[in-house]
């Protein structure tokens, strides 16, 4: 499952989107346009969030500048 952020609706800057995967599947978290990364580790590009795994998304600049964090991402 891929799930695609900043698409046909372009979000505010503040805007949080939480994940939860109910699955033992894996999921694709990913943007159409801007960059996201991963706090701490400053990875960026699509994220993938574990079977039973939980992630907020932040957007942070208007210039479509996003970071993620939570548990069972990689």
């Known amino acids: 499952t891929t799930v ?3 698409g046909s609706l372009a979000y505010p800057v503040g805007t949080t989107i939480s994940f939860w995967n109910n699955s033992v599947d894996t999921m694709n978290i990913a ?3 801007g960059t996201m990364i991963q706090v701490q580790s400053g990875l960026t590009g699509t994220r993938t969030l574990t079977g039973y795994g939980m992630a907020t998304a ?3 600049k208007s210039a479509g500048l996003w970071t ?3 548990a069972g991402l990689l």
């Open 4 to 6: 695609t952020i900043n």
């Open 31 to 33: 943007l159409s346009t």
């Open 58 to 60: 932040v957007k942070i």
């Open 68 to 70: 993620i964090n939570g």
